[in-house]
């Protein structure tokens, strides 16, 4: 049974920074791309970040350009993102999900999901 569990969310104030991990059971991180989302209040789903499964080609949205950084840790079976600069735009839940194939910014093209991890960015 594969297991995507996010952790790391929480409040903190405009220009903080939080570190969200993403834990994988049930599958071998490194045979998978690995993407974060985040879905705000009355918006739809969107894409963050995505890494590779095997190289260390990554790819950000604009929004996020310059101020997260995904990382993944193959044998830990854990994958990072490090949010520097946060603004109360980026206040929603975040959602890590595996792709087991080249990378893609589109949430339907995702096997697996995490359950979300609250981020809350006061001003």
């Known amino acids: 049974q594969v297991q995507l569990e996010e952790s790391g969310g929480g409040l903190v104030q405009a220009g903080g920074s939080l570190r969200l991990s993403c834990a994988a059971s049930?599958?071998?991180?490194?045979?998978?791309?690995m993407g974060w989302f985040r879905q705000a209040p009355g918006k739809e789903r969107e894409f963050v970040a995505v890494?590779?499964?095997?190289?260390?080609?990554?790819y950000y949205a604009d929004s996020v350009k310059g101020r997260f950084t995904i990382s993944r840790d193959n044998a830990k079976n854990t994958m990072y993102l490090q949010m520097n600069s946060l603004k109360p735009e980026d206040t929603a839940i975040y959602y890590c999900?595996?792709?087991?194939?080249?990378?893609?910014?589109?949430?339907?093209?995702?096997?697996?999901w995490g359950q979300g991890a609250q981020v809350t960015v006061s001003s």
């Open positions: 049930g599958l071998t991180l490194s045979d998978y791309a």
């Open positions: 890494h590779s499964r095997s190289s260390n080609n990554t």
């Open positions: 999900a595996a792709r087991a194939r080249s990378i893609s910014v589109t949430a339907l093209n995702y096997d697996y």
